[in-house]
C-alpha cells in the first residue's frame, strides 16, 4: 500500500466547474497535510496547508481533511483554464519526522 | 525577498561520473530538504537537513549524500552515476521544518548517459 495515494487522472472539469481532488494516506500518525499545485515544466508551490479535521478555505480553495478515515481533498471552485495543472498531496508525520511524503499527483484539465 | 537558488539548471553526466548540486534557500530559512522527481515515481524524498544536521534520510542507496554549510546553503551529492539517477531534483526551503509547507526551487535537471 502506497503511503499517499491520488487518483493520477486526468480529471477534466468545465470552466466554472468545481474540481474535487481526493488523496489518501496510510499512517494514522499523520499530522500536517498539504496540496501543492505543479504546471508542466515548473517545480511545485505551496497551496493550502491543513493540520485539523474539517474545512480551511482560502478563496477558490477549500482543502477538507478527515483523519478517521484517512482522507484529505481539494476542492476548486470556479474552475479556471489557469487552473489546468497537476496537485499533489503532501503528508507528513509529527514527532520530528522530517519528511514530507507526496502523493503521485492528479492532472487537472479545466476545459474552457 | 530572493527565492529558493539551485544549481545548475541543467547537467549531463556519463555513467560512474559523479555530480554535486547546491541550493541557497530563502534568507532566514534554516530547513533544506532534497526530493527526486521523475515521471514513474513521482517525488520521492532523500534527505532534510537543518541547522547543518541531517534530521531525516530516505531510502536512497549511499551514492547519494549532503550536508548544509552554516549559511543554510546545502549541497547534494551523486557518486558513481547510474542511467537511472536521471531526474529532476528538487530543493525545498523552510523556517524550521515540515509543518510550515515548502518553497521549492526550480531544480536540477540530471541527465546521465
Known amino acids: 500500500q502506497k503511503e499517499v495515494e491520488q487518483n493520477s487522472g486526468p480529471l477534466s472539469v468545465p470552466e466554472g466547474a468545481i474540481a474535487s481532488l481526493n488523496c489518501t494516506y496510510s499512517d494514522r500518525g499523520s499530522q500536517s497535510f498539504f496540496w501543492y499545485r505543479q504546471y508542466s515544466g515548473k517545480s511545485p508551490e505551496l497551496i493550502m496547508s491543513?493540520?485539523?479535521?474539517g474545512d480551511k478555505e482560502d478563496g477558490r480553495f477549500t482543502a477538507q481533511l478527515n483523519k478517521a478515515s484517512q482522507y484529505v481533498s481539494l476542492l476548486i471552485r470556479d474552475s479556471q483554464p489557469s487552473d489546468s495543472a497537476t496537485y499533489l498531496c503532501?503528508?507528513?508525520?509529527?514527532?520530528?519526522?522530517?519528511?514530507?511524503?507526496f502523493g503521485t499527483g492528479t492532472k487537472l484539465q479545466v476545459i474552457p | 525577498k530572493a527565492g529558493v537558488t539551485q544549481t545548475p539548471r541543467y547537467l549531463i553526466k556519463t555513467r560512474g561520473q559523479q555530480v554535486t548540486l547546491s541550493c541557497s534557500p530563502i534568507s532566514g530559512h534554516r530547513s533544506v530538504s532534497w526530493y527526486q522527481q521523475t515521471p514513474g515515481q513521482g517525488l520521492q524524498f532523500l534527505f532534510e537537513y537543518f541547522s547543518e544536521t541531517q534530521r531525516n534520510k530516505g531510502n536512497f542507496p549511499g551514492r547519494f549524500s549532503g550536508r548544509q554549510f552554516s549559511n543554510s546553503r546545502s549541497e547534494m551529492n551523486v557518486s558513481t552515476l547510474e542511467l537511472g539517477d536521471s531526474a529532476l531534483y528538487l530543493c525545498?526551503?523552510?523556517?524550521?521544518?515540515?509543518?510550515?509547507?515548502?518553497?521549492f526551487g526550480s531544480g536540477t535537471r540530471l541527465t546521465v548517459v
Open positions: 525545498a526551503s523552510s523556517d524550521t521544518g515540515v509543518v510550515d509547507g515548502y518553497t
Open positions: 491543513i493540520y485539523s479535521n
Open positions: 503532501a503528508v507528513s508525520l509529527s514527532g520530528g519526522y522530517q519528511k514530507v511524503t
